[in-house]
């Protein structure tokens, strides 16, 4: 009897600790798990951002009940960010973006230090300006490779050194 007693305890027991921690320890462990997650947390966000931008804001109350529905829509928002650079870390869903981002702020760079070059009548902005260019033409060179499909998003953050960005 005390043998029997000890086994449904112990099997109590476990199916309690996996039902308070199981769907944590399942979604790290299956990439699928977190996919779902991810599908259904955009859902819901999509679901209550609409609800949000269609209340009513005139009245106090009405506007504080705006800004605590805001302020849970932020925070849904970033544990689905968080669950999206979990499941893409390389964030290949951004990455094209940042790339042409990169390559529009070294334009920029490139155009100011010109300009300083000739204010300044010294040239050795115009030596900087011209790293810069080769950078560029390099950058351009990688992101035509990446929308040709002859390198991935790994490949070029790893040449081209593009860190990820890393929500904490």
Do not use: W
């Amino acid at each position: 009897m005390n043998k029997k007693f000890a086994l449904i305890a112990t099997a109590l027991c476990c199916v309690v600790a996996l039902s308070a921690i199981g769907p944590s320890v399942i979604a790290k462990i299956d990439p699928s798990a977190k996919l779902a997650k991810l599908a259904e947390l955009e859902a819901e966000f999509a679901a209550k951002q609409k609800k949000f931008y269609e209340m009513p804001n005139q009245t106090k109350e009405e506007q504080d009940a705006v800004v605590a529905e805001g302020k849970r829509i932020k925070q849904l928002d970033i544990e689905k960010e968080k669950l999206r650079r979990e499941t893409d870390p390389d964030d290949e869903a951004h990455f094209l973006n940042e790339l042409t981002s990169s390559i529009s702020a070294m334009s920029t760079g490139v155009v100011e230090l010109k300009a300083r070059a000739e204010r300044e009548q010294n040239l050795e902005f115009l030596k900087q300006a011209e790293k810069i260019k080769k950078e560029i033409e390099k950058f351009e060179k990688e992101k035509q490779a990446y929308l040709n499909g002859e390198k991935t998003v790994k490949e070029l953050r790893k040449e081209l050194d593009i860190p990820a960005n890393d929500l904490k």
